[in-house]
């Protein structure tokens, strides 16, 4: 039987059902999700149902990533609400590919982890999984796992197994919905161009759960345990003087309460430099380089190549006294002596993160 998966909180304990109903099945998971946006976040899932099937003992097929194709298919279906057609053209061609798969493979059956999630339709599962049935002469399995308890027992694998619980379906045109609807920013489409790994980013959960592979494969004792923290992101900042931009680079939590503050140095003490407006702080490249022991040469190396995120709060904290001060701190390669202008368009929120505690045996 070829099982479609389009997340491990979905699939884990579908499979194990699965196992339970048909014991003399050779099951065969097949992860074919174009729909799930960004490319780091198919990545980061795909990476969990690997975990998963890896302890399952269940074999894992990856099917084609085609966003471009995908997006074509619901052009003009971009605001339609999640389980509205949208959703049935995913669905259509998600089950099509993978029911494709399994008469390449020799498989009599298929079915798919859709099934147990509380935010699809199964009905239209059913009857997009009958009709493909007949057009191709592979069996269809509708399986209900989420009603009674199946929820219940369905939330206990994850817990269990430690396994990624995603907040949003994947899909680019529902997360934006979410995201505007909760009022939050849409942080999955942030991306610095330095690279630099943000906390709480997609790139930050993909390291924690690698992590969670390599401390499962070692048979370590672990516990995957959430924190709230004030979070930060840099959308724009800039600095000029007398009308010409300087190259500048503003360190994490920088922020200004309207975005914009112009002044001039009113004084300097152990090579920080104080504007005289909004507690804002500027500091050359030279000394910069000095507290976060880095040799770059220009401001342009500093934001492309940037350090850790962590030993950029160590730098904030020596000049601050506190790594999440959240006053404005810039970097300049030199201190101009005339008027400063300063625009800054920075996000403050409150998150939630996972990280990774080991325990003693």
């Not at 002469?137 to 430690?162: C, H, P, T, W």
């Not at 045109?173 to 610095?192: C, V, Y």
């Not at 300097?268 to 050359?284: F, P, Q, S």
């Not at 030279?286 to 022991?293: D, E, G, I, W």
């Amino acid at each position: 039987m070829l099982v479609h998966i389009c997340c491990s909180v979905d699939s884990h304990h579908f499979l194990e059902k699965l196992r339970e109903d048909f014991p003399d099945e050779k099951l065969t998971g097949f992860f074919y999700d174009p729909n799930i946006h960004p490319y780091s976040e198919y990545k980061l899932r795909l990476l969990d149902v690997e975990y998963s099937c890896d302890r399952l003992g269940i074999e894992l097929l990856e099917g084609p990533y085609d966003l471009e194709g995908w997006l074509g298919l619901v052009k003009g279906l971009e605001n339609e609400p999640e389980k509205g057609d949208r959703c049935t053209v995913c669905f259509d061609n998600r089950l099509e590919v993978s029911i494709k798969k399994a008469k390449e493979l020799g498989c009599k059956s298929f079915t798919t982890s859709l099934l147990i999630s509380p935010k699809k339709s199964q009905d239209k599962l059913e009857i997009i999984g009958d009709k493909l049935s007949k057009e191709y002469g592979v069996d269809f399995i509708f399986k209900d796992y989420r009603s009674g308890n199946g929820m219940e027992l369905q939330s206990k694998a994850v817990k269990e197994n430690l396994l990624y619980r995603q907040n949003y379906c994947g899909c680019l045109f529902g997360l934006t919905a979410q995201r505007i609807q909760q009022q939050k920013l849409l942080d999955e489409m942030i991306s610095p161009i330095s690279n630099q790994i943000m906390p709480e980013s997609i790139e930050e959960r993909i390291a924690l759960y690698k992590k969670r592979n390599i401390l499962y494969k070692e048979d370590k004792n672990f516990k995957i345990i959430k924190q709230k923290f004030l979070n930060y992101r840099l959308l724009s900042g800039s600095v000029s003087s007398e009308k010409k931009v300087i190259p500048s680079y503003f360190l994490p939590y920088s922020s200004l309460k309207n975005k914009k503050t112009a002044g001039q140095i009113e004084y300097e003490i152990d090579n920080i430099y104080y504007l005289n407006r909004d507690e804002t702080k500027l500091l050359t490249l030279k000394y910069f380089n000095t507290l976060a022991n880095t040799q770059y040469e220009n401001i342009f190396e500093l934001i492309k190549n940037p350090p850790l995120f962590n030993d950029e709060l160590e730098v904030r904290n020596k000049i601050a006294q506190s790594p999440y001060d959240l006053s404005c701190i810039v970097v300049l390669e030199t201190i101009p002596d005339k008027k400063i202008e300063i625009s800054l368009n920075s996000e403050l929120f409150d998150d939630v993160r996972e990280v990774i505690v080991e325990l003693n045996k």
